[in-house]
């Protein structure tokens, strides 16, 4: 979100065994926070609101409920058109600093955004105690950004470095409904060397397993706590101003925001180890999952989202030692990227992607 003199490196990262994070199932995750705004108010035991983290672009931020408000089950952030402190817009932000942070984690916020030239919404991290520096050098961890004047487009950006390095990745939804359109579940997981974002738990568009501080070691800066923020910025370099085309009041509206920390492993997410070394191997192609078996095993085969929802069990048996084949053509399923768990006697298993 704070994008003073950033030049932007893009990295695209297929599917490997090297470089994929998992997103396993819910059931592998335990809920540690969440707010779903069920209430008329904001829980000021869970939100600060902050006037000056990051960029307002033109705007200024306010505590005003005209700016920020509960309704109908969502967290409003509302961005005005008026003369307001000396400026023409107003707006808001608001975060959980001192109130909610974690190291190694995953997001799952369901939001609606604004559209129109100059808005910029946005839902990021910082550190809670900086441990390597001002901005940029203890990082930021952009979960998804967007720019109004493209609400088919977001963003997922890493800032860190003395020098304001950054990774980051970009996503399209290609198609005739937007981001401001309806609501969307973006999801960020953190892991202790790993990146990965998710939109509505079929789309993987951006994978990230190292980066190079100019200042500190990998993984750092990224190994320390990190907060929450929501805002709607108005303006600035990256999104541009509004004009006469900005129909105002603009919204970014949150469903409700849930954090989760993978069992027993201090918040880390566990990985799977490479398919071969475990008694069987799998193998994914085209539409088509070949496993093969050492030994006489209780097999079980399931399908997932990448944010880890449970879609069909495949398979759910006893099978000799051999060679099996498995189309995963299902008709119910729309296109998009999943993930297979091949479980084998319930305590060892690996995952494969799968792309329909």
Not at 308 to 322: H, K, N
Request: net charge neutral; aromatic share 14%.
């Amino acid at each position: 979100m704070i994008k003073a003199g950033i030049s932007f490196l893009v990295i695209i990262m297929f599917l490997t065994w090297s470089n994929y994070l998992h997103a396993q199932p819910l059931d592998r995750w335990e809920l540690v926070w969440s707010d779903e705004f069920n209430g008329t108010s904001l829980d000021t035991s869970k939100w600060a609101l902050e006037l000056n983290e990051g960029d307002p672009g033109i705007a200024v931020y306010t505590r005003r409920p005209q700016n920020v408000f509960v309704q109908n089950g969502c967290l409003a952030l509302q961005a005005l058109q008026e003369n307001y402190n000396g400026k023409q817009y107003s707006s808001t932000q608001l975060s959980t600093r001192n109130k909610g942070f974690w190291r190694y984690c995953r997001v799952d916020v369901r939001a609606k955004l604004p559209r129109g030239q100059g808005m910029w919404p946005a839902i990021w991290m910082m550190p809670n105690n900086p441990a390597y520096g001002t901005w940029p050098r203890s990082g930021e961890i952009d979960n998804m950004e967007n720019l109004g004047s493209n609400v088919k487009e977001l963003y997922s950006t890493l800032h860190y470095g003395a020098s304001n390095q950054s990774s980051q990745g970009a996503f399209s939804t290609g198609a005739a409904h937007t981001l401001a359109d309806t609501f969307h579940i973006y999801t960020m997981i953190w892991d202790s060397s790993s990146f990965g974002f998710y939109l509505d738990s079929i789309h993987t568009y951006y994978n990230l397993a190292h980066w190079a501080p100019d200042n500190v070691s990998f993984p750092k800066p990224f190994d320390q706590p990190f907060f929450l923020i929501f805002d709607l910025a108005v303006g600035g370099t990256w999104p541009g101003n509004p004009d006469s085309t900005t129909v105002f009041p603009q919204q970014l509206l949150v469903d409700w925001v849930r954090v989760y920390q993978h069992q027993g492993a201090s918040g880390a997410i566990q990985s799977s180890e490479p398919p071969a070394a475990k008694g069987f191997s799998i193998n994914m192609a085209g539409n088509t999952l070949t496993y093969t078996l050492k030994a006489r095993a209780e097999v079980k085969v399931e399908l997932f989202t990448v944010a880890g929802e449970r879609i069909s069990t495949l398979v759910e048996t006893f099978q000799p030692a051999g060679r099996y084949s498995l189309n995963l053509t299902i008709k119910s399923v729309k296109q998009g990227i999943y993930l297979c768990r091949f479980e084998n006697n319930a305590t060892r298993e690996s995952w494969t992607g799968w792309t329909k």
